[in-house]
């Protein structure tokens, strides 16, 4: 199913459907601040399992998960001081925080170091996905390499995934980057991939 979504101002009605689809398993592609993510909730084992075949990921590829705000986020992964004002600066944003995970993160989803990668990102239909589910969702990406991204690259991974996922959301076009990865260990802070967010700060 293609789901339009108003990209600035979602409606609460179509936000419910798709958390409704989540509650129940499905398996979901959304808007975030860089490109489109494929994702479920970080509870539903055999959704995990099934983007993990889609994507023909390797079993042991680290996902990360996409939270609603720090407060959020501070229960699936262990900040340092550095850490917390890093994020309370930077996110909303195009940024992944590589952080100790809590034991609320199910072990398929962090590093053999027991790390996780946190997201939170500055896009609206995501925000209220997550907001309204009450915990966070997966975030794997969705790419077609073969493709120019255009305004209708929703169209395009609809028919890529459209009979493999419950729904596409067309949020609209976006900018089909990474985002800025950043390792923190105690007080000192590592940047592993750079993407969209910017990092002179470190």
Known sequence: MLLVIHPEKPQERLIQRVVDVL?????IVYPTDTSYGMGCSIYSKKAIEKIYQIRQFDKNKQLSIVCSNL???SKYAN?????????????????????????????RLHSKRKEVGIRIPDNAICQAIVSELGHPLL??????????????IPHFIHEE?????????DGGCLQDAY????????????????????????
């Open 161 to 169: 995934y459209g009979n493999m996922v419950d729904i596409v959301i």
């Open 79 to 107: 900040m340092s001081g550095l850490a917390y004002k890093s994020m309370k600066r930077l996110l909303p944003g195009p940024y992944t925080m590589i952080m100790p995970a809590t034991k609320l993160v199910p072990k």
């Open 71 to 73: 407060s959020d986020a």
């Open 179 to 202: 985002s800025t990865m950043i390792q923190f260990d105690g007080d000192y802070a590592e940047v592993v991939r750079k993407g969209l967010g910017n990092v002179d700060f470190i």
């Open 139 to 152: 975030s794997a990406g969705t790419r077609i390499e073969e493709v120019e991204y255009t305004a209708d």
């Open 23 to 27: 509650n129940k398993g499905g398996i």
